[in-house]
């Protein structure tokens, strides 16, 4: 749906963007991650043909970007912009007539969101009478109401309480399930996991890391494992000895209902799992043995520091 190719942006001396490509599939969730200043939000604005790059050159669905564009892309930016003294049915009828929507097409749809995400009571309040959380509900279906082909999303969840949250969520796979392809910028790792199937990570104007986000989970592990271990007091002191013999140690935390030996087991290369869990119930039960998958947030982190040091 969008491919980026070496795509550059300076503020005065300031290197925002440099030399960035990226693909982005179609009908997928793309995780555009980084620290904060990395240069997500100027792609995000030369995405939305708010400002344009210095060098380099966007494709939108196999054609270089146009305004033409700009009504097949639906914005929620991190910083909302609601009229608060108009009412919540006559913002929205007018959002989506801005959108090219007419009067009769915008009602319709508007129908269907508003029943859609039960708060068709709303129509006639001002936007200033809503909660914080409650706008951004509002600023998420207007985002959406025409059907564009690209969604960009930059910090969606901001405001929401764990319920909403999760129904905006699941909004959001249900956009993607009807073939819209979807940007998501957030610093909730949580929700990356949960949501994304590619992601990239940029920092200081680079890109760093990009790609299907279960290869790059591939890519990351290191043949660990958490185990829990159940024997005797009095034995544990001798079975850890031996384990320090063969593995690489460490605590591991996991909330268990016993009071197990809890550990962090890396084991060497060429090693199975299989190796692994046979030599351990030889010497105790084993009531807990789950594969140590990094997290995103653990790669993030990971990545960042490789790159400072």
């Known amino acids: 749906m969008l491919r980026i190719e070496n795509?550059?942006?300076?503020?005065?001396n300031y290197t925002a963007l440099n030399d960035v490509s990226l693909n982005m599939p179609k009908g997928s969730i793309f995780g555009l991650l980084g620290p904060n200043g990395a240069g997500k939000t100027s792609l995000?604005?030369?995405?939305n043909q708010i400002v344009l790059p210095?060098?380099?050159?966007?494709?939108?669905?196999?054609?270089?970007l146009q305004p033409k564009h700009t009504a097949q892309i639906g914005y929620l930016p991190e910083e909302r912009g609601l009229y608060k003294s108009m009412k919540v049915g006559e913002q929205a009828l007018y959002l989506a007539q801005l959108k090219g929507l007419s009067k009769a097409e915008a009602k319709e749809r508007l129908k269907f969101w508003f029943d859609r995400l039960d708060i068709g009571d709303w129509w006639n309040k001002k936007v200033q009478e809503l909660s914080k959380g409650m706008a951004q509900k509002i600023q998420f279906l207007v985002t959406v109401l025409h059907n564009p082909k690209l969604l960009i999303f930059d910090e969606p969840f901001s405001g929401f309480d764990p319920i909403n949250a999760n129904v905006i969520k699941d909004e959001i796979l249900y956009l993607r399930d009807q073939g819209a392809t979807i940007i998501f910028s957030t610093h909730r790792?949580?929700?990356?996991?949960?949501?994304?199937?590619?992601?990239?990570?940029?920092?200081k104007s680079r890109k760093i890391l990009d790609g299907k986000l279960i290869d790059i989970k591939r890519a990351y592990k290191n043949n660990s494992y958490e185990v829990g271990l159940k024997l005797p007091e009095d034995q544990k002191p001798a079975l850890l000895n031996e384990l320090k013999m063969h593995f690489e140690l460490s605590?591991?935390?996991?909330?268990?209902?016993?009071?197990?030996?809890?550990?962090?087991?890396?084991?060497k290369e060429g090693q199975t799992a299989n190796d692994l869990l046979q030599y351990l119930i030889t010497r105790a039960e084993v009531t807990h043995f789950v594969e140590a998958i990094p997290t995103v947030d653990e790669i993030f982190i990971s990545t960042i520091n490789k790159l400072s040091n």
């Open 189 to 203: 790792m949580e929700s990356v996991e949960e949501l994304c199937d590619h992601i990239a990570l940029i920092n």
């Open 251 to 267: 605590e591991a935390h996991f909330k268990t209902l016993y009071n197990e030996l809890k550990l962090h087991i890396k084991q």
């Open 7 to 12: 795509i550059s942006k300076q503020y005065g």
């Open 44 to 47: 995000i604005r030369i995405i």
């Open 54 to 64: 210095d060098a380099g050159q966007v494709f939108f669905d196999s054609e270089p």
